[in-house]
């Protein structure tokens, strides 16, 4: 019985993201501001962090306040992204893109918790994916119909997926080899033992060390993406940015070094609209078995 009526709401939530799919943007955006709203006002603990991590960046309140809806419409605007028709997608700085392909090596994105990072990958492989195909790695959802979902909406013409296992890894350094691209959010926090210790916003905080990893071990051209939420359901204008704009400062070879050059790159992509920042992320957790436990602990925040 239980078994039967799991499979019964897994029917139901996925006829209710088809439905989802088929509204205009401006709508969803509109149920997933006020969805945003209601996650802040009614966990204690998921507003505690988003205004602890705003403070921390040396962000003010409004910022905080403006990013509570960002994040619901990040989630309302899934079911479209996934399922539904094409939504309108601008470009700036997409030479970056040229000048990183004419090198011919592979092209390692870089991106965080910004914006609508779903959108990058998608428009990536809608431009520049016939040349370039690009892979993306992401962790499998947790709910069987979740994971089978976002695996369809995720593989299309130009665009595969990775799982992040070794499997996965190897699966990106092959296509980087092979002079295609990879995305990586390398805010994101890795299990222990695969990340060191390095600032951003002025705390320490446990950092990937696969993004450097891969751009020595394939010599990947690292370049920065992100994807703005345009106001009113405009849609979305992709930025791009190089990595090094002096073109003096590589990435390091050394984990470490690289990791803070990496989280310096990612402080100055937030900086550009942090509003649109996923402050709610646990980017400051110290994963189970990390060395370094106290390596977490405040430091003083940047000044803006």
């Known amino acids: 019985m239980g078994l039967c009526f799991g499979c019964a709401v897994d029917a139901l939530i996925r006829f209710l993201f088809v439905l989802l799919s088929k509204l ?13 709203w209601l996650s802040f006002l009614l966990s204690g603990r998921y507003r505690r962090r988003l205004l602890d991590n705003v403070r921390q960046g040396g962000f003010s309140l409004s910022v905080a306040l403006v990013s509570v809806g960002e994040a619901g419409k990040m989630v309302a605007e899934l079911p479209r992204l996934w399922l539904g028709r094409p939504v309108r997608v601008g470009w700036e700085g997409a030479a970056h893109i ?38 993306v790695l992401y962790r499998p959802a947790r709910q069987p119909w979740m994971r089978d979902l976002v695996a369809n909406a ?31 959010l390398p805010d994101q926090v890795p299990p222990a033992g695969q990340g060191v210790w390095a600032p951003f916003f002025g705390r320490d905080a ?33 930025h791009v940015r190089p990595f090094d704009p002096t073109r003096t400062a590589p990435m390091a070879t ?6 803070h050059q990496i989280n310096q790159a990612m402080e100055a992509l937030v900086r550009e609209c942090p509003q649109q920042y996923l402050w709610s992320y646990a980017r400051y957790k ?9 390596a977490g602990t405040a430091a003083p925040t940047n000044g803006r």
């Open 24 to 36: 205009p943007l401006p709508m969803l955006h509109a149920v997933g501001w006020l969805l945003g």
């Open 98 to 135: 040229e000048a990183a392909q004419a090198h011919g090596l592979g092209v390692l994105y870089l991106t965080p918790h910004l914006g609508c990072f779903e959108i990058t990958a998608q428009a990536l492989a809608e431009r520049f994916g016939e040349r370039m195909p690009i892979t």
């Open 154 to 184: 995720r593989n299309r013409p130009g665009l595969h997926t990775a799982p992040t296992t070794l499997a996965g890894v190897k699966q990106l350094i092959k296509a980087l080899k092979s002079g295609q691209a990879v995305g990586l």
């Open 206 to 238: 446990y950092t990937m060390t696969l993004s450097a990893r891969l751009v020595h071990s394939a010599k990947a051209q690292p370049v920065l993406i992100w994807g703005e939420r345009l106001s009113w359901g405009r849609g979305f204008l992709v």
């Open 254 to 259: 050394d984990a470490t070094q690289a990791a």
């Open 286 to 294: 110290n994963p189970a078995g990390a060395d370094g436990a106290d």
